[in-house]
């Protein structure tokens, strides 16, 4: 710090001049305005310079701050409403496909039961023509194991009637019971499928 001689010298005079006692405050004051008074200026513009400065560089980053943030807050957003629309085309393609699920196992069910109803209704039919078919078989059957009968019945009594006109021996009496037999053989003997003699 430099300090010319006719500053010194200022001060001092004016020093000089202040009465004692409660000049020497103002004074001092005079004298270290006389003697820093240019380089304070300085100083005061300096830190006036910085602080402009530093008041810019605060705006700046408030403002860099404040897009900073905005941006994030729109990417934010943008990457929010991004899931949110995958969510629901998710959510939409699960509801289809359990529609569709429930559409096709409706569609089964509703075929098992029509193939049960189908095979019902051809196992009533078919129950019934076997017993339609069983009682015209018995039907057929007595009326052939009646028909035996009768003529059983009345080759017995032509026998037997033959024999109260003709004397007989012993050998056309043999022959005669060799004929009932016969006849009664005929008469238990087995029977085909079909209702003919066997």
């Not at 430099?2 to 001049?17: F, G, K, R, Y």
């Not at 004074?27 to 200026?41: A, S, T």
């Not at 429930?102 to 069910?109: I, M, Q």
């Not at 209704?121 to 129950?127: P, S, T, V």
């Amino acid at each position: 710090m430099n300090i010319d001689t006719q500053s010194a010298l200022a001060a001092q005079a004016a020093l000089a001049s202040q009465p004692n006692g409660a000049g020497e405050t103002s004074g001092v004051d005079k004298m270290r305005e006389l003697l820093f008074g240019n380089q304070m200026q300085d100083y005061d513009k300096r830190f006036s310079i910085l602080e402009d400065r530093f008041q810019q560089r605060m705006r700046d980053l408030e403002s860099e701050s404040s897009r900073s943030l905005s941006s994030l807050e729109s990417t934010m957003k943008k990457q929010l409403e991004s899931v949110a629309g995958q969510f629901r085309e998710e959510k939409d393609l699960r509801a289809e496909a359990d529609k569709e699920l429930e559409r096709s196992l409706r569609e089964h069910t509703q075929a098992l039961e029509k193939r049960l109803a189908q095979a019902s209704d051809q196992l009533a039919r078919q129950e019934r023509d076997f017993t339609d078919r069983l009682g015209h078989e018995v039907q057929v059957l007595r009326e052939e194991m009646r028909k035996r009968q009768d003529d059983a019945r009345a080759t017995t009594e032509r026998m037997f009637a033959e024999l109260s006109n003709v004397k007989t021996d012993r050998n056309l009496l043999a022959g005669l019971f060799v004929e009932i037999a016969k006849c009664l053989n005929q008469d238990v003997s087995p029977k085909g499928g079909n209702g003919e003699r066997g």
